[in-house]
């Protein structure tokens, strides 16, 4: 939701701006602006729309000035328009801002201000923030920030210029994401370092309150105090081209492609020499594993799912109580923790307001929080207490796919480490499962390399047209189910549900028509014969049935219209690979129907607002 980049340095900055604006509009936005700062005054430009309208005008904007601020942005007060796009102004035009995130005390301060005398020019939330720089300044840009930040509420990161301080900008974040580019002679802000990784890797995280002088030689952090603050630069090991297509077609497409190498990247240094699992540096020790009464997993939309698979592997592997909620409900229901609980919130971003908000409220009752991630520096490694990280790289698609893969992986070796430190799997079974997960990027790489990828995108073309789909499995087929639905509606605006299998007859069995598509979830595993039934249920109400099944498995034919069939596992494992066709099936429903797969309308990758 809504992206930045500020730049300060040598170079003429139009470019390297609005080329940042293109590596953050996977975030998701309606509308986009620049805003430059060259003898003392602003060149600035905004437009509606994706970033070809933005660049229709770049013309307008002064292609040498060295210091600057653009931003894309997803409505969230006033409808996408020219004058609701960042940046703005004040009334003096002295300052030019852009904010993400949103300021929850922006209609008393605005009415505070109108009384004053200021003069809005937009529906916006993000528009106090100039008019409050302008209230507060005497002479000082950073103690205007400061003093502005101070009256602002919600979850928000600005960055600001100022005429009278031609050679600076400001950044402050409160809880929203900002991550600080160090370069040589020059120096960036922005969202997310796929912003500015093309001119420099090391990257600096401020904490929430932590306010940011950057200028062309350096950058100072300060706190709210304004006392400085020490900070460390991070090398970040994202590969360039993740923020390239490298000749697929959309972003989409690619990171399906690249989930062996999540797969790999993950497992790297999750293993030991003695063929168990390694969680070195997840801040979390054993002991408190071992002593836990309940684990609670907590997540939003695909993490979700991942958390789902998570629930079983604890509750089989390591026999511990496992409970789960989506963040949004969980952080305002009263969970019963204490600290014998430890928390799993999963957050591929590491920056949802739900996500973190139910962290709070966990910690808040003594629970331990252990933060997945794919985010280094993310606002939820800094409020966890320990982290595993996923290594994904980049994901620029706005529906997630390889960092669902990831997830899933890391889940199940936390699982069969929990296990064992708890006594409950013995050390040959945690090696043997951890030698088939080890196995599995090259069959995922098999089954992207084999037939599956062209019959699904038949299948799609065959069905492209159906008006809902259902999506049925048991067991460690339901999380698969509900992220293979998820994909579906998402991006190709299909209508689709999941449900348990065995819920079928109470209720869902009634949507079916002849014809009706149901995807099924059919692996080896425990409820297989079951599962085979209600396959047999739906057909005899004149559904088709596409099974996604083990290889091997011929039988499975006499029940299924369609089978793709995915390398055999054992059931643990298998959503790694299950899960795999639904995603292409919803890619290619999705392209079929012309639909646009990495910005789907109304959604953004990173939701740092509730
Ligand atoms: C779906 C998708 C979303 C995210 C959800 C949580 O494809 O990407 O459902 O999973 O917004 O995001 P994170 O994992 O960043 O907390």
Same mark, same amino acid.
């Given at each position: 939701m809504c992206g930045i980049i500020g730049y300060v340095g040598a170079r003429p900055c139009r470019d390297i701006l609005f080329n940042g604006l293109r590596k953050l509009e996977y975030r998701g936005y309606d509308s986009a602006g620049i805003s430059v700062l060259r003898e003392g005054s602003f060149s600035l430009v905004r437009a509606v729309g994706n970033l070809d309208s933005l660049e229709a005008l770049l013309?307008? *904007?002064?292609?040498?000035?060295s210091v600057g601020i653009a931003h894309t942005r997803w409505a969230?007060?006033? *409808?996408?328009?020219e004058r609701n796009a960042h940046p703005h102004t004040d009334c003096s035009g002295r300052f030019a801002i852009v904010v993400n995130g949103i300021v929850e005390n922006y209609l008393r301060l605005r009415a505070e201000l109108v009384e004053e005398g200021h003069v809005f020019?937009?529906?916006?939330?993000?528009?106090v923030v100039a008019h409050l720089l302008e209230r507060h300044y005497r002479g000082s840009f950073l103690s205007a920030l400061r003093d502005a930040y101070a009256e602002l509420q919600g979850h928000f990161t600005i960055v600001a210029m100022s005429r009278a301080d031609p050679e600076l900008i400001l950044a402050v974040r409160k809880e929203t994401p900002l991550v600080l580019g160090l370069g040589e002679g020059e120096n960036f802000a922005a969202s997310s370092v796929a912003a500015f990784m093309s001119h420099t890797r090391v990257a600096v995280f401020p904490r929430s309150g932590e306010f940011a002088e950057i200028r062309r030689h350096g950058i100072e952090l300060y706190d709210e105090q304004g006392n400085p603050v020490a900070f460390e630069g991070h090398v970040v090991d994202w590969d360039?081209?993740?923020?390239?297509k490298g000749g697929f077609e959309t972003f989409m497409l690619k990171e399906i492609y690249e989930q062996p190498t999540a797969l790999v990247d993950t497992l790297a240094e999750r293993v030991g020499p003695d063929g168990l699992v390694r969680l070195d540096g %997840?801040? &979390?020790?054993?002991e408190l594993f071992r002593d836990a009464s309940q684990i609670v997993i907590v997540a939003c939309g695909t993490s979700y799912h991942a958390g789902l698979l998570g629930k079983y592997a604890l509750e089989r592997w390591a026999r511990l109580p496992v409970e789960i909620d989506v963040a949004s409900e969980f952080r305002y229901r009263d969970p019963v923790l204490d600290e014998r609980t430890i928390c799993i919130a999963i957050t591929q971003?590491?920056?949802t307001a739900d996500t973190l908000a139910a962290m709070r409220v966990a910690r808040h009752s003594g629970a331990h929080v252990l933060v997945v991630t794919n985010?280094?520096?993310?606002q939820a490694t800094r409020e966890a207490d320990g982290v595993l990280f996923t290594r994904?790289? &980049?994901?620029?698609?706005?529906?997630?796919?390889k960092t669902l893969l990831a997830q899933f992986l890391v889940l199940l070796l936390l699982a069969l480490h929990v296990a064992r430190v708890r006594g409950k799997l013995d050390e040959d079974t945690v090696i043997r499962t951890v030698n088939e997960l080890r196995s599995v990027p090259a069959s995922l790489a098999r089954l992207l390399a084999g037939e599956a990828p062209a019959q699904l995108q038949e299948l799609a073309q065959r069905y492209?047209?159906?008006p809902f789909f259902l999506y049925m499995g048991r067991n460690v087929g339901l999380p698969v189910c509900l992220e293979g639905a998820l994909k579906l509606k998402e991006i190709s605006y299909v209508p689709a549900e999941s449900y348990a299998?065995?819920? %079928?007859?109470?209720?869902?069995?009634?949507?079916?028509?002849?014809?009706s598509p149901v995807v099924a979830v059919?692996?080896?595993?425990?409820?297989y014969e079951k599962l085979v039934s209600n396959m047999q249920e739906v057909r005899a109400r004149g559904a088709h049935v596409l099974a996604v099944a083990s290889e091997?498995?011929?039988?499975i034919r006499e029940v299924a219209d369609h089978v793709v069939y995915v390398p055999a596992t054992s059931e643990m494992v298998s959503p790694l690979l299950a899960v795999v066709p639904l995603q292409l099936f919803a890619y290619h429903v999705a392209q079929a129907n012309g639909e646009k797969v990495d910005q789907p309308r109304n959604l953004a990758k990173t939701v740092t607002v509730e």
């Amino acid at each position: 939701m809504c992206g930045i980049i500020g730049y300060v340095g040598a170079r003429p900055c139009r470019d390297i701006l609005f080329n940042g604006l293109r590596k953050l509009e996977y975030r998701g936005y309606d509308s986009a602006g620049i805003s430059v700062l060259r003898e003392g005054s602003f060149s600035l430009v905004r437009a509606v729309g994706n970033l070809d309208s933005l660049e229709a005008l770049l013309d307008t *904007v002064d292609d040498k000035a060295s210091v600057g601020i653009a931003h894309t942005r997803w409505a969230t007060h006033g *409808v996408p328009s020219e004058r609701n796009a960042h940046p703005h102004t004040d009334c003096s035009g002295r300052f030019a801002i852009v904010v993400n995130g949103i300021v929850e005390n922006y209609l008393r301060l605005r009415a505070e201000l109108v009384e004053e005398g200021h003069v809005f020019s937009s529906d916006t939330d993000a528009e106090v923030v100039a008019h409050l720089l302008e209230r507060h300044y005497r002479g000082s840009f950073l103690s205007a920030l400061r003093d502005a930040y101070a009256e602002l509420q919600g979850h928000f990161t600005i960055v600001a210029m100022s005429r009278a301080d031609p050679e600076l900008i400001l950044a402050v974040r409160k809880e929203t994401p900002l991550v600080l580019g160090l370069g040589e002679g020059e120096n960036f802000a922005a969202s997310s370092v796929a912003a500015f990784m093309s001119h420099t890797r090391v990257a600096v995280f401020p904490r929430s309150g932590e306010f940011a002088e950057i200028r062309r030689h350096g950058i100072e952090l300060y706190d709210e105090q304004g006392n400085p603050v020490a900070f460390e630069g991070h090398v970040v090991d994202w590969d360039e081209d993740a923020a390239e297509k490298g000749g697929f077609e959309t972003f989409m497409l690619k990171e399906i492609y690249e989930q062996p190498t999540a797969l790999v990247d993950t497992l790297a240094e999750r293993v030991g020499p003695d063929g168990l699992v390694r969680l070195d540096g %997840m801040g &979390l020790q054993d002991e408190l594993f071992r002593d836990a009464s309940q684990i609670v997993i907590v997540a939003c939309g695909t993490s979700y799912h991942a958390g789902l698979l998570g629930k079983y592997a604890l509750e089989r592997w390591a026999r511990l109580p496992v409970e789960i909620d989506v963040a949004s409900e969980f952080r305002y229901r009263d969970p019963v923790l204490d600290e014998r609980t430890i928390c799993i919130a999963i957050t591929q971003s590491g920056e949802t307001a739900d996500t973190l908000a139910a962290m709070r409220v966990a910690r808040h009752s003594g629970a331990h929080v252990l933060v997945v991630t794919n985010i280094l520096g993310s606002q939820a490694t800094r409020e966890a207490d320990g982290v595993l990280f996923t290594r994904a790289g &980049l994901e620029i698609g706005v529906a997630a796919t390889k960092t669902l893969l990831a997830q899933f992986l890391v889940l199940l070796l936390l699982a069969l480490h929990v296990a064992r430190v708890r006594g409950k799997l013995d050390e040959d079974t945690v090696i043997r499962t951890v030698n088939e997960l080890r196995s599995v990027p090259a069959s995922l790489a098999r089954l992207l390399a084999g037939e599956a990828p062209a019959q699904l995108q038949e299948l799609a073309q065959r069905y492209r047209g159906s008006p809902f789909f259902l999506y049925m499995g048991r067991n460690v087929g339901l999380p698969v189910c509900l992220e293979g639905a998820l994909k579906l509606k998402e991006i190709s605006y299909v209508p689709a549900e999941s449900y348990a299998a065995g819920e %079928m007859k109470h209720g869902p069995i009634a949507l079916l028509t002849h014809g009706s598509p149901v995807v099924a979830v059919a692996t080896d595993g425990r409820t297989y014969e079951k599962l085979v039934s209600n396959m047999q249920e739906v057909r005899a109400r004149g559904a088709h049935v596409l099974a996604v099944a083990s290889e091997g498995n011929e039988g499975i034919r006499e029940v299924a219209d369609h089978v793709v069939y995915v390398p055999a596992t054992s059931e643990m494992v298998s959503p790694l690979l299950a899960v795999v066709p639904l995603q292409l099936f919803a890619y290619h429903v999705a392209q079929a129907n012309g639909e646009k797969v990495d910005q789907p309308r109304n959604l953004a990758k990173t939701v740092t607002v509730e």
